[in-house]
């Protein structure tokens, strides 16, 4: 098994691309502590694991409250005996972000300090025990939209996934001496039940798929099989990455 005897922290587990690598990475032999904001959340991704006999645990945390995150993570160093692999997966994508000449400012500082100031501070509590364990991955959630530009914007969305990606560079840069990999993931749309409400006209979404060259959207199970191949140490080789899963969507010139 890929991830056999490693200790994840993954954040946004409660969701769809949580839930999805959080069964993932138990099925490939890691313990789990599995990071929502929505305890309830949690604890049916938790439920999943054990069913398919795996262990985690549910722990419920805003990413944006750093006293939250600190308890969380030592919460799970407590459980798990300790961290070696992070994936800051906690994200939104509000559907009324738009463009920057339409911004609203409370939204845009709402997205930023969840998909932002979260992936900072999960990162902060987290890799250090990283560091205890004698070296690890981060494994950091971005998105297409920091590479392209969309007639259809989300200007506060792409820029915090932007960022990340920088961060991203960064903290492989400054971690990669402790034994320490971080790279990145950046889908394109994944097709989960959010994702379907941006495009609530079959002819809209229609032409999107016309530009993805494999002939389908997303799944979560695509981005979290990419998540754990990241942590995993098939990947020892690599970091300071952000890949770029998308279908083939951003080498298409329509």
Known sequence: ??????????????????????????????AVAVVDISRDAAEETVRLIAEEGGHAIAIEADVRDEAQ??????????????????????????????????????????????????????????VPHIV??????????????AVLGTTYPQDGYAASKGAISSLTRSM??????????????????????????????????AIRLERVPLGRFGKPDDAAGLACFLASDAASWLTGQVIVLDGGISSNYL
């Not at 205890?132 to 939209?145: D, E, K, R, Y």
């Not at 402790?178 to 941006?198: C, D, S, W, Y």
């Open 172 to 205: 492989a840069v400054q971690l990669g001496g402790k034994g320490i990999r971080v790279n990145g993931l950046a889908p394109g749309p994944i097709m989960t039940a959010h994702v379907e409400q941006f495009f609530p006209d079959p002819a809209a979404r």
């Open 69 to 126: 995150v600190a308890l969380a993570v030592s919460r799970a160093v407590e459980a798990l005996g300790g961290l070696d692999t992070l994936f800051n997966n906690a994200g939104i994508m509000p559907h009324q972000d738009a463009s920057f000449l339409d911004g609203d400012l409370e939204l845009w500082h709402q997205i930023s300090s969840i998909n932002l100031d979260g992936t900072m501070l999960c990162s902060k509590y987290v």
């Open 1 to 30: 098994m890929q991830l056999e005897g490693k200790r994840a922290f993954i954040t946004g587990a409660g969701g769809a691309l949580g839930r999805a690598s959080s069964l993932l990475f138990a099925r490939q032999g890691a």
């Open 132 to 145: 205890v364990a004698g070296g690890g991955a981060v494994v950091n959630m971005s998105s297409f939209l």
